[in-house]
Each structure stands twice: as C-alpha cells, then as structure tokens.
C-alpha cells in the first residue's frame, strides 16, 4: 500500500538546536508532499509543500524541507529550534493523478527545552 | 469563526451507543475530509466528499460508521453501537478545491472531537 513513514517519533532538542525529522513516502510516479504540524492545543496546521520544481521547499517560521526522488525522501529541517516549535510534526503524501487523498504519516513529537 | 468547527470537542458513550460527530466546514470549501486519529499515531483517512457526493469512503472500518454531507456544506459521522476500539480523535479537514485539482492540497482542519467508549 502506498504510505508514508516517519522514523523519529519523539524527538528532544535544546534551543538554538538543529532539526531534522524524516519522512520517506513510497508512491510511483508525481507525488505530493506535506509538513503539517500541530501546537498544544491546537488544530493541524500547514507548514509547507511541494508539489514540483525546486526541491528544496520553504515554509513558514523558518522550517524548510527537500525533496530527494532517489531516496523516496522529504526530510523537515530548522537550523536552530526555538522553544515555541514544540509540537507534532506530520509528514503527508498524496498520489498526484491518483485519488488526491492525503495519507499521514505516524508523527514525530518534538520538545524543545528552553 | 471562518475555520473549520467540529462537535462536540468531547463526547463519552458506553459502548453499544450511537453517536454523532459533526463538521462545519470553511464557507465555500469544496472537499470535505473526515480521518480518525488513535492515541499515538498519524491521522488514518475515512471518508471523503466533494460537494454532497461521498466520492471515497474505502477507509471507513466498518458497517457502523456512516457519513454524510446533504447539502455540500455540514458533514456528520455516525457512528452506530459504538465499540472500545472506536476510541480516537475523529478530524474534519475541508479544501477550497476538488481533489482532483492538482495545485491545491493544503486541508484545514478543525480541532477534532474526541471519542471515548467505555
């Protein structure tokens, strides 16, 4: 089945810490790809996506990812963590020309210590 | 407000109940998504609609879960003689677009209904 996988599920990291969390995906052909993340409390929200072009993505408050075909890859990164981006990050794929939907991956929980 | 509202935010049934989880999705927003979310894990896909139609609900578990969206806009999942195993987070996302659009994508989503089964 066609899925996504995060390997880091919990993930601890002191400010000012770089970040990488993983994601690997194992769609055939045009994929989609997406980092939501969700605050304490608060509903999941969209970090960034790519869907073609520069495979290295920018999405809001500092946090990038890339795209790596070769490797079935779209790892999130932050080079420096702040106390504030403690939450859950998901990684998301979606078969493009297929059904369009959306497949999560497990989540990776990061806590950042002040 | 102009997100996605989701009720009631908590809801405990004895198992053997029914209950019904409802969405009120972004003005205008086309798709609509439910997906269930177990303590731990990733949000698990259920169904989905595009306007009134239920055009995919291969995720749904069982017979007991049931969804529907009337009218294109609030959507409700039901769930019928509710089990333990039905414990979870049940998530509303809707899109602007239809899915079949492929430069749309981003789903917003409301805060959940979570469901305990005693």
């Known amino acids: 089945a066609q899925s996504v996988s995060q390997h880091n599920h919990h993930v601890i990291l002191s400010e000012a810490a770089s970040l990488e969390l993983g994601c690997n995906y194992s769609?055939?052909?045009?994929?989609?790809l997406f980092w939501y993340v969700q605050y304490p409390g608060q509903h999941l929200q969209l970090l960034l996506k790519?869907?073609?072009?520069?495979?290295l993505v920018k999405g809001i408050k500092g946090f990038e990812a890339e795209f790596i075909k070769s490797k079935f890859s779209f790892n999130l990164r932050k080079p420096s963590v702040q106390w504030s981006d403690t939450a859950e990050y998901f990684c998301?794929?979606?078969?493009?020309?297929?059904?369009?939907?959306?497949?999560f991956g497990r989540g990776t929980s990061l806590i950042v210590h002040p | 407000g102009a997100g996605v509202s989701q009720s009631p935010r908590y809801k405990v049934a004895k198992r053997g109940q029914d209950v019904a989880l409802r969405c009120d999705p972004i003005?205008?927003?086309?798709?609509l998504f439910w997906y269930q979310q177990a303590l731990g894990q990733g949000p698990e896909f259920l169904t989905y609609?595009?306007?009134?139609?239920?055009?995919?609900k291969s995720g749904l578990p069982s017979d007991r879960f049931f969804a529907e969206r009337p009218e294109g806009s609030v959507s409700t999942l039901k769930i019928q003689r509710t089990q333990q195993e039905d414990s979870a987070v049940y998530l509303c996302?809707?899109?602007?677009?239809?899915?079949?659009?492929?430069?749309?994508?981003?789903?917003?989503f409301g805060e959940g209904s979570r469901l305990t089964v005693l």
């Open positions: 003005s205008g927003h086309v798709s």
């Open positions: 769609y055939g052909g045009t994929v989609n």
């Open positions: 609609f595009q306007n009134e139609a239920q055009l995919d």
């Open positions: 996302a809707s899109s602007l677009a239809s899915s079949s659009v492929a430069n749309t994508g981003e789903l917003f």
């Open positions: 790519y869907f073609s072009g520069d495979p």
């Open positions: 998301a794929g979606r078969q493009a020309g297929g059904s369009y939907i959306p497949t």
